[in-house]
């Protein structure tokens, strides 16, 4: 699986929107981008994922560039809740099923 | 549903001691993955089943590290001898064999300590 670059931190007022950067320079074409998060003390959990168009849900939006090397996640009106680790993850999208975690963007929200 | 449950929360143990961790996915489910987390090493895979068959322990850090699924709704990891270095906090996960989406739910996990 290709490997993935996040910045180690974050910091996002409460209310703004909160852009999450991935840089995954050698993915290949038939592996999608995921997204994880995990809140302190607690099991990580999914937050969206994506192949190469732009995806929406009740969570928030993965942004991915045309070229597929970078993407970005999208909390588009960031509460204290939001304050977790988040994990972006390429994988191919077979049944080995494996998740590679990395160190990923450890994002703060401050009211 | 009640989600992935795992027990114990937390276990505490001295070194040399066997130590079995527990965790029941979700009903339905084909995939059973067990991780560890620590600060120096983040998340790491340890071993995962598909209907109940171990599929990849690649994982698994050494014998004395074993996992087991008697069944399709259990699935324990133990450690015999357990030492310091074992401590961590062991995450369960299940998903769906599904074609598309395999999104992964993960328990709330057990925090290991060796002392």
């Known amino acids: 699986d290709a490997k993935t670059t996040q910045p180690p931190s974050m910091d996002c007022a409460e209310g703004r929107a909160a852009n999450l950067p991935c840089n995954h320079s050698?993915?290949?074409?038939?592996?999608?981008v995921y997204w994880y998060r995990q809140i302190h003390s607690q099991g990580p959990q999914y937050i969206i994922h994506?192949?190469?168009n732009n995806e929406t849900n009740e969570m928030a939006s993965l942004i991915i560039t045309e070229d597929r090397k970078s993407s970005t996640l999208i909390l588009p009106h960031a509460t204290l809740r939001d304050t977790a680790v988040y994990y972006c993850?390429?994988?191919?999208?077979?049944?080995?099923?494996?998740?590679?975690f990395g160190t990923g963007t450890r994002l703060q929200v401050f009211p | 549903d009640a989600g992935v449950i795992q027990s114990p929360r937390h276990e505490v143990t001295e070194m040399g001691q066997e130590v079995t961790l527990r965790c029941k996915p979700i009903?339905?489910?084909?995939?059973l993955f067990w991780y560890r987390q620590t600060m120096m090493r983040g998340l790491e895979l340890l071993i995962y089943f598909n209907n109940n068959v171990p599929i990849d322990d690649s994982g698994m850090p050494e014998d004395r590290f074993s996992a087991k699924m008697p069944n399709a709704s259990f699935s324990t990891l133990k450690i015999q001898p357990s030492e310091p270095r074992d401590s961590a906090v062991y995450f369960c996960?299940?998903?769906?064999?599904?074609?598309?989406?395999?999104?992964?739910?993960f328990g709330p996990g057990t925090r290991l300590t060796v002392l």
């Open positions: 994506g192949l190469k």
């Open positions: 993850i390429v994988r191919v999208q077979h049944n080995t099923d494996k998740l590679i």
């Open positions: 050698t993915i290949s074409g038939n592996e999608y």
């Open positions: 009903s339905g489910h084909d995939y």
């Open positions: 996960a299940s998903s769906l064999d599904g074609v598309n989406y395999n999104e992964q739910f």
